[in-house]
């Protein structure tokens, strides 16, 4: 079994930072991608971020140069910098070895 632990949500001002974490137990993969993903209210999930068990990192467009994947063995973290309202939503951890599994999610507010 798998476990995904969020944490590191919050409210911020519009330009502040948040880092958000993740921390992955079980029966880890040594070779995985694990990724945020987020959903905003009425709006699809969509990634964020992800990095592979050996660093290739992938970012969505719209928070290319704000935000930073990084990953210690079976913990990631996003450093997210110059947050906007539009960066408001739930995100969740992802971790694909061919079974993917999810956490449950951490809210990050971001007020204008």
């Known amino acids: 079994q798998v476990q995904l632990v969020e944490s590191g949500g919050g409210l911020v001002q519009a330009g502040g930072s948040l880092r958000l974490s993740c921390a992955a137990s079980?029966?880890?993969?040594?070779?995985?991608?694990m990724g945020w993903y987020r959903r905003a209210p009425g709006q699809q999930r969509e990634l964020v971020a992800s990095?592979?068990?050996?660093?290739f990192t992938k970012y969505a467009d719209s928070v290319k140069g704000r935000f930073t994947i990084s990953r210690d063995n079976a913990k990631i973290y996003l450093q997210m910098n110059t947050l906007k309202p539009e960066d408001t939503a739930l995100y969740y951890c992802?971790?694909?070895?061919?079974?993917?599994?999810w956490g449950r999610g951490t809210q990050v507010t971001v007020s204008s």
């Open positions: 992802e971790l694909d070895q061919s079974t993917i599994y």
């Open positions: 990095i592979s068990s050996g660093g």
């Open positions: 079980g029966r880890i993969s040594s070779k995985n991608v």
